[in-house]
T-cell receptor, first 113, second 116 residues
Framework: KAGVTQTPRYLIKTRGQQVTLSCSPI?????VSWYQQTPGQGLQFLFE???????NKGNFPGRFSGRQFSNSRSEMNVSTLELGDSALYLC????????????FGQGTRLTVV | AQTVTQSQPEMSVQEAETVTLSCTYD???????LFWYKQPPSRQMILVIR??????QNATENRFSVNFQKAAKSFSLKISDSQLGDAAMYFC?????????????FGQGTRLTINP
């Protein structure tokens, strides 16, 4: 069974641009969560989606948004990029909202210059 | 708000020896999950071990075991017979039971080095 796939693996963007990151969960998994990992703030929860609905959102500005499609694939978008948005963005999938194991992808490394 | 604290930014151990990584957490919930995740250089987070708060028995997975002290809000990870492949960042994480593993609160991590 294929794991969680995140694309692209690396991305370089300029301040003020926007970016879209993609996450394909494990087949059959319907819950997708996103995390931001930075050296200063560590791992922080961004949002969780289940059946195309956002169930939880972390404490991030409105520039961060996401969505989930009917095939459970998820995207997150960051608009008006700032230097501080440079981070590793991790996606995790689970079969459902009560699953006690989250399976992570290898992340997308975003660098904002 | 729930918080997770890992007070050891770095640890090192000789191959084949035992090492213990510390974690404390704060929550007002009575039922929750605690996790240890490993992040090797490949960046992919891998679940090492999980503890359910309502279970008094400490979880074990092969060479990995935890010491769960609910009253003290402490959750340490013991790695026995350390191997070179254990070298990684280790993150302690918390989630209230009703969230499953979908909204994890992570500690800052401990970088574990294994000396051959």
């Amino acid at each position: 069974k294929a794991g969680v796939t995140q694309t692209p693996r690396y991305l370089i963007k300029t301040r003020g641009q926007q970016v879209t990151l993609s996450c394909s969960p494990i087949s059959g998994h319907r819950s997708v969560s996103w995390y931001q990992q930075t050296p200063g703030q560590g791992l922080q929860f961004l949002f969780e989606y289940f059946s195309e609905t956002q169930r939880n959102k972390g404490n991030f500005p409105g520039r961060f948004s996401g969505r989930q499609f009917s095939n459970s694939r998820s995207e997150m978008n960051v608009s008006t990029l700032e230097l501080g948005d440079s981070a590793l963005y991790l996606c995790a999938s689970s079969p459902n909202t009560l699953s006690t194991e989250a399976f992570f992808g290898q992340g997308t490394r975003l660098t904002v210059v | 708000a729930q918080t997770v604290t890992q007070s050891q930014p770095e640890m090192s151990v000789q191959e084949a020896e035992t090492v213990t990584l510390s974690c404390t957490y704060d929550t007002s919930e009575s039922d929750y999950y605690l996790f240890w995740y490993k992040q090797p250089p490949s960046r992919q987070m891998i679940l090492v071990i999980r503890q359910e708060a309502y279970k008094q028995q400490n979880a074990t997975e092969n060479r990995f075991s935890v010491n769960f002290q609910k009253a003290a809000k402490s959750f340490s990870l013991k790695i026995s017979d350390s191997q070179l492949g254990d070298a990684a960042m280790y993150f302690c994480a918390y989630s209230p039971r009703f969230q499953g593993a979908q909204k994890l609160v992570f500690g800052q991590g401990t970088r574990l080095t294994i000396n051959p």
